[in-house]
Nanobody
Framework: QVQLIESGGGLAQAGGSLRLSCVAS????????MGWFRQTSRHAREFVAG????????YYADSVKGRFTISRDNTKNAVYLQMNNLNSEDATVYYC???????????????WGQGTQVTISS
């Protein structure tokens, strides 16, 4: 299992940007596909973006496509989410996790971190 720590959330204006980071405090995910997820109003977690093990391929939920960019740095055991042109619907808690399978939207059986809160002001 890999223990994950998310950071970089905060308050942003509508139309603004934030960059989220995720690092492994215990273990490594350098060989895993990774994803970003966010909490829904029903407290489920929905898929936002995914990246393959070496960062060479990415994919996104339709709601964030063209605005968000996922990337990773395996030398730092880190994955990032650059979020641009933020809107009110992006305000929630964001989490990273290993993906069950690259190309899918399900997380692997790995503990969730505490997440990082994104708040949008109009």
């Amino acid at each position: 299992q890999v223990q994950l720590i998310e950071s970089g959330g905060g308050l942003a204006q509508a139309g603004g940007s934030l960059r989220l980071s995720c690092v492994a405090s215990v273990g490594t995910f350098s060989g895993d596909s990774m994803g970003w997820f966010r909490q829904t109003s029903r407290h489920a977690r929905e898929f936002v973006a995914g990246i393959n093990w070496n960062g060479g391929d990415t994919y996104y939920a339709d709601s964030v496509k063209g605005r968000f960019t996922i990337s990773r740095d395996n030398t730092k055991n880190a994955v990032y989410l650059q979020m641009n042109n933020l809107n009110s619907e992006d305000a929630t808690v964001y989490y990273c996790n290993r993906l069950l399978q690259y190309g899918g939207t399900w997380p692997a059986y790995n503990p969730w971190g505490q997440g990082t809160q994104v708040t949008i002001s109009s």
